[in-house]
Structure formats: structure tokens, C-alpha cells
């Protein structure tokens, strides 16, 4: 058995997204993330769903790369985040449990 320990990225690899066609993710009050302190939900996420945007001022959402932990619910100090599981059988599918 090999003692490399696996990145991250190479732990999300291992995972199988199927994209849903809505997002599941929704910030319901934008203008609060402008004075949000430290901005959590981009630092929160194992997947990187959350990205600040300087150009646009805003957080950008990649729902594709949602696992389904709700963190970014629990980290959110405006409680302006809902989430709900995607639909059809869409999102996250862990092969190793």
C-alpha cells in the first residue's frame, strides 16, 4: 500500500457531479456580502464554490462543484445563503462512500 497522501483535487477527482440545470445555491441579499467580514463561505468550501469577484464585487457561484456538506450555510453570518438537495438525482455521488 503506497503512504502518498492525496491532494485535494485528487480527492474531489474521485467524485462524480451530475450537474443539475438550476443552481440548488442561493444568496438571497447580495448587498450583504459587500460588508461581509472575512467573507467565510469562500473559505468554508472544500470545493471552491464560492469565489469573491473584485471586478464585479460580487460572490460567484459554481453549484456544478457543490458537495452537499452545508457549510456555507453554517459559516454565513447574514444567514443569506439557502440550499437545498438538487433535483432529479442531480449533484454529488460519492464512489468511496
Same mark, same amino acid.
Given at each position: ?7 485535494? &483535487?485528487?480527492?474531489? @477527482? ?15 441579499? &447580495? ?8 467573507? /467565510?463561505?469562500?473559505?468554508? %468550501? /472544500? ?7 473584485? &471586478? ?7 453549484? &456544478? ?10 459559516? %454565513? /453570518? ?6 437545498? @438537495? /438538487? ?5 454529488? %455521488? @460519492?464512489?468511496?462512500?
Amino acid at each position: 500500500m503506497s503512504d502518498k497522501k492525496l491532494t485535494l &483535487e485528487e480527492r474531489l @477527482y474521485a467524485n462524480e457531479y451530475r450537474t443539475a440545470k438550476e443552481s440548488h445555491l442561493e444568496i438571497s441579499d &447580495e448587498k450583504k456580502c459587500l460588508t461581509c467580514e472575512g467573507r /467565510p463561505c469562500t473559505t468554508i %468550501c /472544500p470545493a471552491g464554490t464560492y469565489t469573491w469577484s473584485d &471586478e464585479s464585487s460580487r460572490i460567484l457561484v459554481s453549484f &456544478e462543484n457543490c458537495l452537499e456538506c452545508g457549510g456555507c450555510r453554517a459559516v %454565513c /453570518p447574514s444567514r443569506i445563503i439557502s440550499w437545498r @438537495y /438538487p433535483m432529479g438525482g442531480a449533484g454529488i %455521488c @460519492y464512489r468511496y462512500g
